[in-house]
């Protein structure tokens, strides 16, 4: 199952100052979440989705704002949920994926 925030409630994402956090230069609003894949899309101002695979038993919700470093690192890195107040070790996977391939990548990445 997906959960996914609907466009009407959807929040465009801001730009704002991370202080203690270094340079996080992303910022974005968690559009969409399958559970069972542990698989997060987070919806950017400028960029698209970006697709992560959370790696723990994260507390992440559709709503919350994310940032991190830039929009060209794969692999094992480190995201900061704003809303939380966490660091998250997250496997980013995709970046600058459309909403047309939104549900196709949260399935099948």
Known sequence: MIAMQSR?????????????????????????????????AILTEEHGHTIIE?????????GDRMCWKND??????TYTNMTKQKNLNVYALHH??????LRQRLLTS
């Open 54 to 62: 959370f790696l723990g038993d994260e507390d992440i919700e559709v």
């Open 72 to 77: 060209t690192g794969l692999g094992s890195e």
């Open 96 to 101: 600058w994926v459309p909403a047309s391939q």
């Open 8 to 40: 009407s409630s959807r929040r465009a994402p801001q730009r704002v100052i991370v202080s203690g956090h270094g340079e996080l230069t992303m910022i974005g609003i968690v559009r969409a979440i399958n559970r069972p894949r542990r698989m997060v």
